[in-house]
């Protein structure tokens, strides 16, 4: 079975500063794994996703996310944080062969001016 | 190209009364997807459908039907309200020829049951 854990419910930042989203996963085999971020009263939009290859993969509005197998973790990056990236963020795996998407709890990101 | 649409956006039901939460797409994507979303607990996934007249339960299938008679729509009923079916409905879509595809979410619907 396929899970994934994001650790932090809140990431608060102040704006300018580095912003990282943790996210650790499990799966029985190789993973896809996929980044959405949803605004206030909004649907997910699809940020980025790691299929196989390059360890970091680079996606919209500026956010990267690195890949890393031996810590099963695909941590969201972005190396300066606008308060229009305040969000909840929410980090999903799909075991290779698998149409289903598992997602994990979701991490408000708070971006303070 | 409007991508994945729901309505209603908000709706308030009583206890047992019954209601059809619409999704289309018009992005010919042969795979689609109901969600729901509770606070704190991600998305779970209710229903899909591979294509048209074939649908397969998700996580939490109980409390809910689905049909897909064409490939554009694919509606969610309920058929007997309960107060634990209060959420925020996602629904969404892939092409669904490739396990790598993405999927795109619509606006969702969010439901009170009282």
């Known amino acids: 079975a396929q899970s994934v854990a994001q650790p932090e419910d809140q990431v608060n930042v102040a704006e300018g500063n580095p912003l990282t989203v943790k996210c650790t996963y499990s799966?029985?085999?190789?993973?896809?794994l996929f980044w959405y971020v949803q605004y206030p009263n909004r649907g997910l939009q699809f940020l980025l996703k790691y299929i196989t290859g390059d360890n970091l993969v680079k996606g919209s509005y500026g956010f990267e996310a690195e890949f890393n197998k031996s810590q099963t973790s695909f941590h969201l990056k972005k190396p300066s944080a606008l308060v229009s990236d305040s969000a909840l963020y929410f980090c999903a795996v799909r075991e290779r062969g698998d149409y289903k998407l598992s997602f994990g709890a979701g991490t408000t990101v708070t971006v303070r001016a | 190209n409007a991508g994945v649409t729901q309505t209603p956006k908000f709706r308030i039901l009583k206890i047992g009364q019954s209601m059809t939460l619409q999704c289309a797409q018009d992005?010919?994507?042969?795979?689609m997807y109901w969600y729901r979303q509770d606070p704190g607990m991600g998305l779970k996934l209710i229903y899909y459908s591979v294509g048209a007249g074939i649908t397969d339960k998700g996580e939490v299938p109980n409390g809910y039907n689905v049909s897909r008679s064409t490939t554009e729509d694919f509606p969610l009923r309920l058929e007997l309200a309960a107060p634990s079916q209060t959420s925020v409905y996602f629904c969404?879509?892939?092409?669904?020829?490739?396990?790598?595809?993405?999927?795109?979410f619509g606006p969702g619907t969010r439901l009170t049951v009282l």
């Open positions: 992005m010919n994507h042969n795979y």
């Open positions: 799966v029985s085999g190789n993973p896809y």
């Open positions: 969404a879509s892939s092409y669904g020829r490739y396990d790598t595809d993405t999927q795109y």
